[in-house]
Every structure is written in C-alpha cells, then in structure tokens.
C-alpha cells in the first residue's frame, strides 16, 4: 500500500506539501496541487482516515438529524445536504428525531459522541434540550427549515439557520385565491411550534388582510404537519355552517389527508372547493387537477446548510446568521383557474 511519503517522493514535493493538498490546511500551489494528485492517482494511495483524525481533531464527517425522511421534502435536503457533503470530501451520519424533543436530544448527543464535526439539524416544536446540550458541548450546528427563537449575545440568532421564507409566499396563495373571488378562504396549518408553522400562519392573516377580508379563526385549524392529522382538521372545516369555499395547506403530507377528506365528501376539486398548496410535489402535475403549489429549493436548502457549517468550523467565533432562500410559486388548475399562466415565478 502507497504512503504519503511515496507520493511526496513521486511528486518531488515534500511529506508536509502532501498533507497540506489532501488536508486542505494551507494553500498550495495550483501546479504543485496538481502534481500531487497525479501522483496520488498513479499510485492508488488511500488516506488512513482514523490517523488523519488523531492529527486534526476532525473526522470530516457531519452529523444529519432530520424527522419524516420518508417525506418528499425532507428528501430533497437530504439529497442536497449528501451531494454537497460528499463534494466538500465529508461523510454524512443520518439519525431521525422523529420530531420528540427527548429523542431528538439523544440522536444529536449520540452523532456528537461519533466525532462528527458538526451537526445540521430540523429542531423539533420544543428544542430547549437540544439547545442546552449544543451549548454546553459547543458543538457547531446549523439549524435547518425550522428556526428556533433564542438570541445571542448580540441581539442575534445563536446558531447557523437555513430555511426557506414561509410568510409571504403564503400570502400570496391566499391573495391569489381571493382574486379567484374567494371570500371564506380555510387553512390546514401544521403542527403548533414549529416556526414554519407559526410563519405561514402569519403569511395567511396578512394575505386575508392585504385581500380585504376578515380573519376567521374558526377556518384555520392544525393539521399536525401530518395526513392523518389534516384529514381530521378538513373534517372540522366541512362541518362549519359556512365551509370555506377554498383551501391552503401547509405542507405536502397535510395535502395528501386534505385530499382524502374531500374526497370522501364527494366534494370536486376545484369545482367545489379551490385547493392551493404549501410544499411541491415531484408528481403533483400528475394529480387531477394539477395542484398549485408552493415549491421550497429543498436541496439548495441542504446544501446551503452544508455551506454554512464548514464556514462555522472554518471560523468558529463569526457571528451567527440565518439565511433564507426564497421559494416558487407553481400556478397549475387545483386554484380553479382554466390555464396557468405563469410557471416556477419566484415568490
């Protein structure tokens, strides 16, 4: 098996240039960089992993702690999340939180007690362990798709946050329904806590506001970010004396139990109730209707993510920052218009 020291002496370039071109730990010429990878190429060396940790204090591996990867979205940061990883030469751990703030705490301690260098993490409805716990050990995270409220010394975040903006493309899925001439316009929030939650909550009362139309608190109910929870809220909407003429989700999964509860209503969509949705699907322009939708940049988000952690590790003491991508809006025919016309406009 090849050695740096055989690499060093096929590259005529010294053991220490060796470790810093593989390592990253000082720049090095772009023709000398070169050389060395050549020669790394030519004779197959391997690095021994374990001894450049000892070495560096790093494992170049970063700690993922995502809840419902089985859900369309959270796939797609995954993805991004992997890809860039993978591109910046780290590994990636994986852990689900299923969104229990106790789990979730001991899956993050768990990825910490791994060595990981860092840990990215979609924070539960109540983080207030996880937080205590990145604190105490210091560990450098950044917080994904959900913020978590908690400033900093300064006035700030106190931790790298990633996520995309929630409140104003909201409101423009419900200002765009009432320009479809809705008056009673129902939206199927997710899970109270959460800050995607709370955000769009905000996006659909001022989307009301900007329409001229009064909030009703009786059309807006809890989904619980889940499609068994949705289908259960959209029963409570129908039972009103006066159900809502059009709906908005608030994630992907909540769409899917919004659908069945119409469905087994007999009620049309968008005949009998208009339909506008928060989170893409990559089939939703095979449902009939085609739904309109909200898209995120789910596997910019991840990678971004990513981007912000090295940063973090790069420069352990910059301040804190939260970061937002802004989303698309998907104008198909579940909203009751005949034709779209405007595809992926940004929000």
Not at 110 to 126: M, Q
Not at 142 to 167: E, I, K, M, S
Not at 301 to 308: D, F, P, S, T
Request: with cysteine.
């Amino acid at each position: 098996m090849a050695t740096m020291a055989d690499v060093a002496r096929s590259a005529g370039v010294s053991v220490a240039t060796v470790s810093h071109v593989l390592n990253g730990t000082r720049p090095v010429l772009p023709h000398t960089r070169q050389a060395v990878l050549d020669a790394v190429e030519e004779l197959g060396y391997t690095t021994n992993t374990l001894a450049r940790s000892l070495v560096t204090a790093r494992t170049r591996s970063i700690g993922l702690a995502v809840s419902a990867i089985s859900n369309p979205y959270f796939t797609e940061i995954l993805q991004g999340v992997e890809a860039a990883a993978l591109e910046a030469g780290y590994s990636l751990l994986i852990a689900d939180p299923h969104d229990d703030p106790e789990h979730e705490r001991k899956v993050v301690q768990l990825l910490h007690e791994r060595r990981v260098d860092g840990v990215i993490v979609a924070p539960s409805a109540d983080p207030h362990g996880l937080l205590a716990y990145l604190g105490r050990h210091d560990v450098p995270a950044v917080f994904l798709d959900r913020l978590v409220d908690g400033a900093g010394t300064d006035g700030g975040p106190r931790f790298d946050q990633v996520c995309a903006d929630n409140a104003d493309p909201t409101s423009r899925l419900v200002t765009h329904l009432a320009g479809l001439g809705h008056r009673r316009i129902g939206l199927v929030a997710g899970r109270p806590g959460l800050s995607t939650t709370s955000e769009r909550i905000s996006g659909y009362r001022s989307g009301l506001a900007f329409a001229g139309l009064a909030y009703d608190g009786r059309l807006l109910v809890h989904g619980d970010s889940e499609s068994a929870g949705a289908e259960q809220a959209t029963e409570a909407l129908l039972s009103l004396g006066e159900p809502p003429t059009a709906l908005v989700t608030g994630n992907n999964a909540m769409t899917i139990g919004v659908l069945r509860a119409l469905g087994a209503h007999g009620l049309s969509v968008p005949d009998d109730i208009a339909l506008c949705c928060f989170d893409d699907f990559a089939w939703a322009d095979l449902f009939s209707p085609r739904l309109t939708a909200i898209a995120q940049p789910g596997r910019d988000i991840g990678a971004r993510a990513v981007h912000v952690l090295l940063e973090r590790l790069a420069e352990p003491d910059r301040p804190a920052r939260t970061v937002r991508l802004p989303c698309a809006f998907v104008h198909r025919t579940s909203c009751g218009c005949p034709s779209p016309s405007e595809e992926g406009t940004p929000s």
